[in-house]
C-alpha cells in the first residue's frame, strides 16, 4: 500500500490567515482525495486533485477557500484560506489502490489537526 | 442525509469484555471497508469485505458482510487497551471511486 507523509502533522492559527498542508506519496498516484473530519463527525470529501488538471470540489467546497495545487503525481497541497474557527478540523489526505479484489481501498496520511483561534 | 450509520456511536468497555459495532445502509454497496483510527493518526486500514455474507477474521477481530451487502459488523473478542480508536466504515458502490464513511464509533478500553 501507498506511504503517505502529511505535513504539518499539527498547527494552531490565527483567524484570517491561511495555511498550506502538503501530501507527499511514495508512488506515483492519477487522483489525491483531500477529507475534512470535524469532532464527531464522518469523513467529508473536500475535493479531487487530478494531475494536470483543476482540482474538482464537492458541494460546499469552493476553491477560493480551498486552493489546491497538485504539480506532479506525488505531491498535492491544500490551502485553507482567510481561516475562521469553524475551519478547526482535521484535514486528511488520501490516495486509492485497487485491492486484491479489485474493489478500491482508500490510504490516509497522518492527518493535519487544525486549530484556529 | 448519513448513506452508512454506525452503532453505537461511542462504546466504553473493560479489558477482557467482548463488542460489536455496526455499521447499516438502505443502499447495496459492491464492498465495504473498516478502518481504525488512534488519536493524531489518519484512519489505517483493517479489511476490505466485498462477498454477501463474507466472513473474515483479523487476530481477535471478526468482520461480517450482510448477505444483500447493505451491512456490516465487527465483533472484537476480549478487548484489549490497545484496540482503543475511532472505528469507521466506508462503502464503496459501484460506478464511484470515491467511497462513503460512516460516521464512526469511538471505543475506548480501560485496562
Known amino acids: 500500500s501507498a506511504v503517505i507523509s502529511q505535513k504539518p502533522s499539527r498547527d494552531i492559527c490565527q483567524r484570517g490567515t491561511s495555511l498550506t498542508i502538503q501530501c507527499q506519496v511514495d508512488?506515483?498516484?492519477?487522483?489525491m482525495f483531500w477529507y475534512r473530519q470535524q469532532p464527531g463527525q464522518s469523513l467529508t470529501l473536500i475535493a479531487t486533485?487530478?494531475?494536470?488538471?483543476?482540482?474538482?470540489?464537492e458541494s460546499g467546497f469552493v476553491i477560493d477557500k480551498f486552493p489546491i495545487s497538485r504539480p506532479n503525481l506525488t505531491f498535492s497541497t491544500l490551502t485553507v484560506s482567510n481561516m475562521s474557527p469553524e475551519d478547526s478540523s482535521i484535514y486528511l489526505c488520501?490516495?486509492?489502490?485497487?485491492?486484491?479484489?479489485?474493489?478500491?481501498?482508500?490510504?490516509f496520511g497522518q492527518g493535519t489537526r487544525l486549530t484556529v483561534v | 442525509t448519513q448513506l452508512l450509520e454506525q452503532s453505537p456511536q461511542f462504546l466504553s468497555i473493560q479489558e477482557g469484555e467482548n463488542l460489536t459495532v455496526y455499521c447499516n445502509s438502505s443502499?447495496?454497496?459492491?464492498?465495504l471497508q473498516w478502518y481504525r483510527q488512534e488519536p493524531g493518526e489518519g484512519p489505517v486500514l483493517l479489511v476490505t469485505?466485498?462477498?454477501?455474507?463474507e466472513v473474515k477474521k483479523l487476530k481477535r477481530l471478526t468482520f461480517q458482510f450482510g448477505d444483500a451487502r447493505k451491512d456490516s459488523s465487527l465483533h472484537i473478542t476480549a478487548a484489549q487497551t490497545g484496540d482503543t480508536g475511532l472505528y469507521l466504515c466506508?462503502?464503496?458502490?459501484?460506478?464511484?471511486?470515491?467511497?462513503?464513511f460512516g460516521r464512526g464509533t469511538s471505543l475506548i478500553v480501560h485496562p
Open positions: 466506508a462503502g464503496s458502490q459501484g460506478g464511484s471511486y470515491i467511497p462513503t
Open positions: 443502499s447495496v454497496f459492491s464492498s
Open positions: 469485505v466485498v462477498t454477501g455474507g
Open positions: 488520501s490516495v486509492e489502490e485497487a485491492g486484491r479484489s479489485g474493489n478500491t481501498e482508500a490510504f
Open positions: 486533485a487530478n494531475q494536470g488538471s483543476e482540482a474538482t470540489y
Open positions: 508512488s506515483q498516484v492519477t487522483m
